[in-house]
């Protein structure tokens, strides 16, 4: 009886935890040759994080505009899309990062963060600045560009 006790207790553990999982997920950008990426603003995420990606665009030498919401991917050669969302647990955290880049209207780079699944898991309270600068520069490897 005791043993399989052990093995129930183990079990659940495994569900609970197997459900905190934190995935991060980036797929660098194909490179390009254009200097000015646009970004397609969107109201409904905070304002910081179009402040933060701009600037990491801007500081690896990239010209950022910034489009309407209503603008199309096409509208530039290369054009971006992100999402965010934040949760509430036991503080305000970035629970959802997400950026896409298109060439021409095609994909050609994405980064994800996604705590959404992260209930249990400490490290969800992520400093979000500093997740958004790190998406970016692995989205971006500085030596993608001409």
């Not at 390009?32 to 690896?60: N, W």
């Not at 699944?117 to 400490?122: A, T």
């Not at 600045?129 to 970016?136: A, F, G, P, Q």
């Amino acid at each position: 009886m005791v043993k399989s006790s052990r093995v129930f207790t183990l079990l659940l553990l495994v569900t609970v935890f197997s459900g905190c999982a934190i995935h991060q997920n980036v797929k660098p950008v194909e490179r390009f040759d254009d200097k000015q990426i646009c970004i397609i603003e969107k109201p409904a995420v905070k304002p910081g994080f179009l402040e933060t990606y701009s600037r990491v665009l801007t500081r690896k030498g990239y010209v950022v505009k910034q489009l309407s919401p209503s603008a199309s991917l096409v509208d530039c050669p290369v054009t971006s899309t992100y999402n965010a969302r934040w949760k509430w647990d036991l503080a305000l955290y970035m629970a959802l990062a997400e950026i896409m880049v298109y060439k021409n209207g095609k994909p050609i780079g994405e980064a994800t963060y996604d705590a959404l699944s992260g209930d249990g898991n400490l490290s969800k309270f992520v400093d979000a600045e500093n997740k958004i600068t790190e998406l970016v520069n692995q989205l971006f490897p500085d030596d993608m560009r001409h």
